[in-house]
């Protein structure tokens, strides 16, 4: 039991896609981190881009940029904070100003589970 709540826990989820949080019974989640954006061409095979060639703005190269959105750990503070679940839409719109229009951006968000 305690080596499942002391873990660290990572869940990834591309733009369109919903991001979903859980913890064990009689847990609750503590956000760590969160990164909303794309890291650039060191990591193409997150969110590839054929996932965003249906928009008519996607340019391919815009996804060797590297660019995040400050708001994203806020956001996942309140959204997912002291709850045993939690579900976030990943899109530019909820997550405020998009710093990259055109690529394909995720969500990454790094948490714990606390008694």
Known sequence: YLSKVLRNYSEEACDGDFLSVRCPPRTTITV???FYGR???SDPKQCPQSYQALFS???PRDDDRYCSVSTALQKMLDEC???RSCQVLVNSRVFGTDQCPGSSKYLIVWYKCRP
């Open 39 to 41: 890291k650039g061409a």
């Open 81 to 83: 904070q002291d709850r």
């Open 57 to 59: 703005s996607y340019n």
């Open 32 to 34: 760590q981190s969160a």
